[in-house]
């Protein structure tokens, strides 16, 4: 037990760590809402977007890395981390729409961006791509709303209720069920940075998708688009997703193998470079 709270200790001073490098900016929306970003490096402006039950936490192996060729930029979307809920019903527009307002409290609205996101992240990013313009290249890792089917082996299981070890092992076991395929990927950093920004969310993400296909949001806009997803990710069905996505000229797809859902933190150095190549081809 000494053993597992001095790793969590640990990890946590991991996470604290890189946050305290990073730059934290509220930005005050346009009903008085706050909206939560982190920034760091110099550069081409690479805006991150976390996915469902997340936080800017998801990008946790990767903030380092791409900040030293980016302007990284990453929200926590309303509802989630250290930012302000916004109505109910959340729908993917509204929070797409907050990700503008905030975003133009950081840059001009005329200012070219890079856009990568994750899961729900991929189809808010792909909407806010659409909605804005000026995004010269979009990255959609593991996203949502490819319309294949599921293959989860377990169902998620509610933390709520639970308390202590209790709730550490259910949230380790929708972590290993749902985000990554490897249990030795699992690591203690991997784990607080999941349970961290699961137990933080004010909003009900799952749905928010539902109506869209992200073919459909990224027929949008003219911007080159990657699609990288990992082999062992239950979110989807990965033989499906070259037709489903519906690949135009300008776009690319990658399937690593061996890899689930979370592939930014799974694969984070084959990521990194994907992400790198893409946005400087």
């Known amino acids: 037990m000494r053993d597992d709270a001095a790793d969590a200790e640990a990890a946590g001073g991991v996470i604290d760590r890189i946050d305290a490098g990073l730059e934290k900016i509220f930005v005050r929306l346009p009903d008085g809402r706050s909206m939560c970003w982190r920034a760091a490096g110099e550069g081409p402006s690479l805006v991150l977007v976390h996915g469902g039950a997340g ?3 998801h990008w946790i192996a990767n903030v380092e890395a791409l900040s030293q060729d980016f302007r990284v930029i990453i929200p926590d979307l309303p509802g989630f981390g250290d930012s302000d809920p916004g109505p109910e019903p959340a729908t993917l527009t509204a929070l797409a729409v907050d990700m503008m307002e905030g975003l133009h409290g950081l840059i001009s609205r ?3 961006i890079n856009l990568a996101g994750f899961s729900l992240g991929g189809a808010v990013a792909a ?12 990255c959609l890792i593991g996203t949502a709303g490819t319309g294949t089917a599921r293959r989860e082996d377990a169902p ?7 308390e202590g070890a ?3 092992l259910v949230l380790r076991r929708n972590m290993l069920a749902h985000m990554l395929h490897r249990e030795e990927s699992a690591d203690r950093v991997g784990f607080e940075a999941y349970s961290r920004a699961v137990q933080a969310m004010t909003i009900r993400s799952r749905g928010l998708v539902k109506g869209w296909l992200v073919r459909d949001l990224v027929a949008m806009n003219d911007s080159p688009c990657f699609y990288l997803w990992g082999d062992a990710d239950v979110t989807c069905t990965p033989t499906a997703l070259p037709a489903a996505v519906a690949l135009r000229q300008q776009d690319r797809l990658t399937i690593l193998p061996g890899i689930g859902h979370w592939a930014q933190f799974e694969a984070a150095a084959a990521v990194n470079h994907h992400i790198r190549e893409w946005l400087n081809s």
């Open 55 to 57: 936080s800017w936490l």
């Open 110 to 112: 005329r200012q070219p």
């Open 127 to 138: 909407r806010f791509a659409a909605m804005r313009g000026e995004v010269s290249r979009v």
């Open 156 to 162: 998620l299981r509610s933390w709520r209720n639970a």
């Open 166 to 168: 209790e709730r550490q």
